[in-house]
């Protein structure tokens, strides 16, 4: 079991970079990012890594590309190593491309997302195309996590509403993994479920506050984030956090073509599974509706009919593991129904 080191949570967290690297004996970074916080923050990075005598190397990825694609670059870019640690510092695509050159490397990784859009900043899963598809394989947690609120509540407020919903999504989530323990006899842990669960509750008592970006809100939720990361390490899965909402937000991914971003999906995914599980799936809308994020197709700039088709294809895409879709998954008549008296549709 991997887990992190170093955890930092705070306004100006950022300014502890260089200490954290000199106390891990790291003195030659890669610093993967993107264009924006390349553009609005590495004159201060380079400043900070500067002042310990750290070398490093900035590597813009291109938006165009995919993680495979960034992966290639850098690894020919740097074929010949000179560098200990890699540093993540942007969304989602960011952290993931770093931790697949770390993992291959075998090099210490730090995270320091820009935007709190999914559990993927702590987390070791990184989430590659293949066709048609996106599967998560397993790669390297990050040794240290940075989340600066000073840069984290000024990200567009659409990504944090994101991230949020991704919490939401651990309340179906977890009710998945325990039915699949009684019905397949696969394995539950309830620590790690329970700790699952606090992270939503968490997210739940200060959702006023993430829905007006406050930054006591985008530290609550920095930490649930980095909890449920840290969770996936302590199973070495996603079960706890990934279920039958997840699988409602691929399906859609594939017949609508990404039409919202992740987390926004996997929480109205959320809302139906609620449903389906007869948990309190108006509670869910409720804290859904507070922040500000989608309860409905047209808040996933999508129609009724793909979410009708979505549901009804759930079930086929990860046909191992077992959730409330069942093995034979939702009849057109039923996806409707469930989608209508939820308000989806």
Same mark, same amino acid.
Not at 81 to 110: E, P, Q, T
Not at 116 to 122: C, V
Not at 137 to 150: E, G, H, L, Q, R
Not at 305 to 312: D, F, H, P, Q
């Given at each position: ?19 954290? +690297?000199?106390? +891990? ?5 890669? =610093? ?27 590597? %813009? ?19 010949? /190593? /000179? ?7 942007? /969304? &989602? ?12 490397r075998g ?14 900043? @702590? ?27 000073? =840069? ?21 989530a977890v ?19 329970? !700790? ?14 993430? &829905? ?9 939720? @920095?930490?649930? +984030?980095?909890?449920?990361? =840290?969770?996936?390490?302590? %199973? ?9 909402e997840h +699988?409602?937000?691929?399906? !859609? ?13 996997? &929480? ?30 047209? /808040? ?7 979410? $009708? ?34 308000? $989806?549709?």
């Amino acid at each position: 079991m991997e887990l992190p080191q170093v955890v930092l949570i705070g306004p100006d967290t950022i300014s502890e970079l260089s200490k954290e +690297l000199s106390w +891990l004996g790291k003195f030659r970074a890669v =610093i993967v990012t993107s264009q924006t916080p390349f553009s609005l923050f590495s004159e201060k990075i380079s400043e900070i890594l500067r002042k310990e005598k750290i070398n490093f190397s900035f590597h %813009v990825i291109d938006k165009k590309n995919d993680v495979n694609e960034e992966f290639e670059k850098i690894s020919a870019k740097f074929s010949s /190593g /000179g560098f200990d640690v890699v540093l993540g510092f942007g /969304g &989602g695509k960011v952290i993931d491309v770093a931790k697949l050159i770390a993992s291959h490397r075998g090099v210490l990784l730090v995270s320091i997302p820009t935007v709190l859009s999914h559990d993927g900043i @702590a987390s070791p899963l990184v989430s590659v195309p293949s066709n048609d598809r996106r599967y998560s394989i397993y790669a390297k947690t990050p040794n240290v996590i940075i989340a600066d609120t000073s =840069i984290l509540s000024k990200a567009p407020h659409r990504h944090t509403v994101s991230g949020f919903a991704d919490i939401i999504a651990k309340y179906t989530a977890v009710r998945d993994w325990r039915l699949a323990h009684l019905i397949k006899g696969e394995y539950y842990g309830d620590y790690a479920a329970k !700790l699952a669960e606090t992270s939503v509750e968490m997210v739940v008592r200060e959702c006023e506050k993430v &829905g007006k970006h406050k930054e006591e809100g985008v530290r609550v939720l @920095a930490e649930a +984030l980095i909890n449920c990361g =840290i969770v996936i390490s302590i %199973v070495g899965n996603s079960r706890p956090c990934s279920g039958s909402e997840h +699988l409602f937000s691929h399906s !859609l991914d594939l017949v609508a073509n990404y039409p919202a971003l992740h987390g926004e999906q996997v &929480g109205v995914g959320t809302i139906m599974m609620a449903y389906l599980h007869n948990a309190d799936w108006k509670l869910i809308k409720d804290v859904l509706k507070t922040v500000g994020a989608p309860i409905s197709y047209e /808040g996933l700039r999508t129609n009724p009919e793909k979410i $009708v088709e979505a549901l009804t294809l759930a079930h086929k895409i990860r046909p191992e593991r077992y959730t409330i879709l069942g093995e034979s998954g939702l009849t057109r008549l039923a996806a409707k129904s469930l989608a209508e008296e939820t308000g $989806v549709i």
